[in-house]
């Protein structure tokens, strides 16, 4: 007698898009974040990167960092509940 054997997928199509979204948005908000300027105090002393200098405010290309960095970040959070919510319903 043979056993029959049936193939249960772990991961759905659904699953697998949204996961390989979510590695790309990781890698593209670690890439943001690194790029950021150190402000002083924390890590950013250690490595040199809390000297002043002589221009004080922050320039539109700093502030559209923020800006995206803010938006992939909200990208990164609605992924993570949608995979939430995707592994609670058992797609």
Do not use: Q
Not at 11 to 34: A, D, R, Y
Not at 40 to 64: H, K, Y
Not at 68 to 78: F, M, Q
């Amino acid at each position: 007698m043979i056993a029959r054997v049936t193939f249960v997928p772990l991961m759905t199509w659904p699953i697998t898009v949204l996961s390989i979204f979510m590695v790309v948005l990781s890698v593209i908000l670690t890439g943001f974040i690194l790029l950021h300027k150190g402000r002083g105090g924390g890590l950013s002393d250690l490595f040199g990167g809390g000297m002043t200098t002589g221009m004080s405010g922050t320039s539109v290309a700093e502030r559209n960092l923020d800006r995206l960095t803010v938006i992939v970040a909200l990208l990164w959070l609605l992924c993570i509940v949608g995979l939430l919510v995707l592994y609670r319903v058992g797609v």
